[in-house]
């Protein structure tokens, strides 16, 4: 038999062969990791999982034309969405804003996709509906509403400016936002395009993605290179507004998982030098048939490293069905299994436990081996 | 030159408490010496200097030609697993660990564990049958007899026995006694510390040790 095989015999059934001791070990390992791998999960799950939250509050990055112009072809953009690839993107909506006269008022009017709209605003309260594709719909800021005194369901009366005769839209809806859309109106992008003569032009892309201040900035470059013709700008409110949230909710993530550590580290300690309190007489004896500092040292610290493993792969099971129910009630999504963190959880367990060892192994290869002839 | 020789041994704890005081003892080759005394004596105080276990405070203890008192505890260690088997009044089995993995643990510590020859080792105790129990699985007398394999297996020049039938009832004191005189009419050279007349009898000469001195030799009644 090789002097290894010994080895594992002696250490694993240490283990094994005193369940009581060995459970009572493995639980306050196993509690650690599964808070460190649960929380280690949450902390890299929340900016994605924060992220997708902040998407309802509305776009984060907008496309407008470079160089002061007034529009831009919709023929270009496929080439620069490219640049957004790699992110979650929520949804792009085109924009293309003209003066109009509607009920000979003047209003700012927006020609848009209202299913895109949707995805980038689910914020927009409307009453009635949001004009149906193709149709001649419009939907009313509820100030325009309340200025022309209209209501879903009337008809209102739009000019260009320049064609000699009013064109019959029916008011499909009233929107409120809290903002200024309240004073646009809006109709669909390719029949305000037809009436505009500026036909596949926009004037602006709002974009909804799950992606940082920083991101950002880098898509920026991206889509400058991609296109210069087309100038992009981060909404700073928003994307900053996220970052702080998130940077301050991974700080306490962090906190608590420092804190849980260290409170792991103690209850390993505390158990380990229990363990080696009630096996100073087997210590002894080991001694006294020979066993030097690095024998004794090495056992226990084997024992503590299979502890340290089993303990984190049953943390990373527990931790992994921890924060895949925060992800579930808290985000409303479930959390992808990572490797890494499993890896992560198990390595640090493993050191973690070895760490809290050191102190009950140094106590333990000091046993003197007269105790067992002692009687002590 | 004598296996074993103790010149003025003495061993003071703290400048106090003096265990040993002036021991002169010699133990050749193939001999069998049983150290009596009554409780608190010294007995095994001087089992831990011979059993590389504890230093001399003074004197010489000469050990298959090492002066003990002279090495490091490192040296002290590798001389306990080479040169010395222990058995214990309360046998100190791993109790994990089964029978035949007890005796390898010994060969693990001294070179290589080899389990057929622990077998051998369990065989010659006439505990074969029973390798593969747990200590908890096996009487007193079973204990004890895995316990005189372990201190066989490496081949010792020396056995120190601490009171090896202490925990015994009669029938396994005999079994017991009976597999020491085997041993040392194979030439295994025997020391056993006891309190009993009758354990002390059986070897070939006992010396009395009382109140760390050392009071003669031969069958002084205690």
């Known amino acids: 038999m090789k002097k290894y095989q010994m080895y594992l015999i002696m250490v694993v059934n240490a283990l094994l062969r005193r369940k009581l001791r060995m459970f009572i070990a493995l639980l306050a390992v196993a509690v650690g990791a599964t808070i460190i791998s649960g929380m280690v999960t949450v902390y890299r799950e929340v900016p994605a999982q924060m992220g997708r939250e902040f998407r309802a509050y509305g776009a984060n990055l907008l496309l407008l034309p470079a160089d002061g ?81 209209v209501k879903p369901g009337q008809t209102v009366f739009l000019n260009t400016g320049d064609s000699p005769q009013d064109m019959p839209f029916t008011v499909s809806g009233i929107v409120r936002t809290g903002g200024r859309e309240e004073q646009f109106a809006y109709m669909n992008l390719g029949v305000m395009q037809k009436m505009m003569n500026q036909k596949n032009q926009v004037s602006l892309v709002q974009v909804s993605m799950v992606a940082g201040e920083e991101a950002l900035t880098d898509i920026g470059k991206r889509i400058s290179a991609a296109d210069p013709g087309i100038h992009p700008r981060t909404v700073q409110q928003i994307a900053r507004s996220e970052q702080t949230v998130l940077g301050k909710l991974q700080g306490l993530i962090l906190l608590v998982t420092a804190v849980v550590l260290l409170l792991t580290l103690v209850c390993v300690a505390t158990t380990m030098t229990a363990v080696v309190t009630e096996r100073r007489k087997e210590i002894g004896l080991k001694k006294a048939l020979g066993a030097d500092s690095f024998h004794i040292g090495g056992e226990f610290l084997g024992e503590a490293c299979i502890l340290g493993a089993l303990g984190g792969l049953l943390g990373t099971v527990m931790g992994y069905i921890f924060a895949q129910s925060v992800g579930l009630h808290v985000f409303g999504r479930g959390v992808d299994f990572s490797m890494s963190i499993a890896v992560l959880t198990v390595v640090l367990s493993v050191a973690v436990t070895g760490a809290a060892s050191l102190i009950p192994v140094r106590t333990a290869v000091k046993v003197e081996p007269a105790v067992v002839l002692r009687g002590e | 030159m004598s296996l074993l020789q103790l010149k003025d041994v003495s061993m003071e704890y703290g400048g106090r408490v003096f265990a040993l005081q002036h021991i002169n003892l010699t133990v050749e080759g193939g001999d069998w010496l049983a150290v009596m005394g009554p409780s608190g004596s010294g007995k095994t105080t001087l089992m831990n200097v011979i059993g590389c276990m504890d230093k001399a405070t003074s004197g010489s203890v000469i050990l298959d030609g090492i002066e003990l008192t002279q090495v490091s505890p490192k040296e002290l260690t590798r001389l306990r697993r080479d040169k ?53 699985q096996l009487s007193g007398g079973e204990q004890q007899r895995v316990c005189i394999a372990r201190a066989l297996i490496n081949y010792p020049v020396l056995i120190l026995a601490d009171e090896p039938t202490g925990n015994l009832d009669e029938a396994n004191e005999k079994l017991v006694m009976k597999i020491f005189h085997e041993l040392n009419d194979e030439g295994h050279t025997i020391i056993t510390v006891t309190h009993s007349q009758e354990v002390g009898a059986e070897a070939k000469r006992a010396v009395v040790i009382e109140h760390g001195h050392m009071m003669g030799e031969g069958g002084v009644q205690l």
């Open chain 2, 84 to 136: 010395i088997g222990m058995v214990f009044q309360q046998f100190h089995l791993i109790p994990y660990l089964t029978a035949v993995e007890n005796i390898m643990v010994a060969q693990y510590y001294h070179s290589m564990p080899d389990r057929q020859e622990a077998m051998g080792a369990l065989a010659r105790v006439g505990l074969e049958d029973r390798a593969d129990h747990l200590p908890s």
């Open chain 1, 69 to 149: 112009k007034g529009t831009v072809s919709e023929d270009r953009l496929p080439e620069v969405y490219k640049s957004l690839e790699g992110y979650e993107v929520i949804g792009h909506v085109p924009f293309l804003y003209e003066r109009m006269k509607i009920n000979e008022q003047p209003v700012l009017t927006g020609g848009t996709n209202f299913e895109e709209l949707q995805k980038v605003s689910p914020y927009w309260q409307v009453t009635g509906d949001f004009p149906s594709p193709e149709s001649k719909d419009i939907l009313l800021g509820s100030e325009v509403a309340e200025h022309l005194s």
